[in-house]
């Protein structure tokens, strides 16, 4: 299984994202694999660095996990957690000019990212405003299939 972590960075505008040109330019979180004997608050701050550059914002707390089952022979189930890094004033300078590095407002979601992509961001800040009744896990960035 692949385990994977992404940073929630969130501004008055909206939520920061990253290009991933290895998925055909679509959006998402920062953040990535968790690499063999890494932690996985590690990964994330890790991650978070390498993609933009920001050394002094560190997570708070996971707000969602999200499973994904494995795909025939050729993609490995993945445990994708999304920790909250928190709110910032604005994006930083260091940022501003990067074109792979923008902020995207919750509602403009689906016209950038994955649709799981899009419903692992919804579940997460769903938690920030109601951390007690959102749902935490998730299946494919969903509510979980009920077993037959």
Do not use: K
């Not at 993609?75 to 792979?100: E, F, H």
């Amino acid at each position: 299984m692949d385990h994977q972590a992404f940073s929630l960075l969130r501004t008055p505008r909206g939520v920061l994202l990253v290009c991933d040109p290895a998925n055909g330019g679509l959006w998402r979180l920062p953040g990535g694999s968790v690499l063999p004997g890494e932690a996985p608050h590690v990964a994330q701050r890790r991650t978070l660095v390498e993609q933009t550059g920001l050394t002094n914002a560190h997570a708070v707390d996971v707000l969602v996990c999200d499973y994904t089952p494995p795909v025939a022979d050729f993609l490995p189930a993945t445990l994708a957690m999304v920790w909250d890094v928190g709110m910032i004033p604005d994006v930083p300078p260091v940022l501003v000019a990067r074109l792979d590095v923008q902020v995207i407002h919750p509602d403009q979601l689906a016209e950038y990212a994955h649709q799981q992509e899009t419903r692992r961001i919804r579940s997460a800040l769903a938690v920030l405003r109601a951390p007690y009744t959102a749902p935490r896990y998730r299946y494919r960035g969903a509510d979980p299939e009920p077993e037959s």
